[in-house]
């Protein structure tokens, strides 16, 4: 299964970092700009460079299906780029009725071939039941993201007095008779997080909004993992693809992929490390 495998990588690796592979071209630096095959090389630098510290690598499909087929073919090469002994999360978030969800399933299972998938919840168990038969695989529901919209219906207070959040969780602890569920759960909230762990600590979280977002790294961490000190992943994306790779101490711009590569990789390595000192 997933989990065994994530928690194996996680107590092996002393790390839960997930790294969020968004290619934006207009972040990308100009030296990949110049190559045959940007995006795919760019992944490819940033999966060379941190698959030691990386758990779990996440591509957001919306930074690929916006470039349509080339997008698509981008996703595939980078996905041939990631090791077998890191997992792979489709960040998509898709669920629809029943019959057009087993099709999006059969997609990111079968035909992608990734280890975990994102969902919301809001249509309801036959929009997320296609994605759980899947027992060797894990779906991670949406339960409280890291954005300020949350508030808009996450957060919203039910008639019984629960925030829809904590209904959501309830379904997911639920839900999870195969050991193959999930949740996103926003580092941006800290002492939520605690609440839905303490509330579920069978479930895996993962956990986005640290770095750009201005989620406290120790706080995620001490919030988010279980009982044995795993089940969780701390998603970085822009951090680690962008901040570090774009100048040298110098304030020179980086220009060779090698240059480039050591700095993502002190990157990922400083927050593993940072990781670690917060452990219990």
């Known amino acids: 299964m997933v989990k065994e495998k994530l928690n194996s990588l996680i107590a092996a690796k002393k790390s839960m970092l997930c790294i969020g592979l968004d290619p934006d071209l207009e972040k990308i630096p100009p030296l990949f700009l110049k190559m045959s095959d940007p995006v795919a090389t760019f992944n490819r630098a940033v999966i060379e460079a941190t698959h030691q510290f990386a758990v779990a690598y996440k591509p957001n499909f919306a930074f690929y299906e916006s470039r349509g087929a080339a997008g698509l073919g981008e996703l595939e090469r980078t996905l041939e780029f990631i090791p077998e002994t890191c997992i792979t999360i489709a960040d998509a978030k898709r669920a629809d009725i029943g019959n057009t969800s087993k099709h999006y399933a059969t997609a990111f299972f079968e035909i992608w071939k990734f280890d975990c998938v994102t969902v919301p919840p809001y249509m309801g168990y036959d929009s ?33 007095g629960q925030r829809l959040y904590e209904r959501v969780l309830e379904k997911a602890v639920e839900w999870n008779k195969s050991g ?43 919030n988010g993992i ?42 990922a390595e400083q927050t593993v490390t940072e990781m670690r000192t917060h452990l219990p």
């Open 128 to 160: 997320i039941s296609p994605f759980l038969s899947y027992s060797d695989k894990l779906t991670f529901i949406l339960c409280l993201t890291s954005n300020s919209g949350s508030q808009d219906f996450e957060e919203a207070k039910l008639e019984n």
């Open 180 to 222: 193959n569920v999930g949740v996103v759960v926003g580092a941006t909230k800290p002492e939520q997080l605690a609440e839905l762990r303490k509330a579920a600590p069978g479930l895996v979280f993962l956990i986005p909004g640290v770095g750009a977002q201005g989620g406290d790294l120790r706080a995620a961490v001490r």
């Open 226 to 267: 279980d009982a044995n000190g795993g089940s969780a992943l701390i998603n970085l994306s822009r951090a680690i693809l962008y901040d570090p790779a774009q100048k040298s101490a110098s304030g020179i711009a980086v220009n060779d992929l090698d240059t480039f590569k050591s700095r993502v990789a002190v990157a």
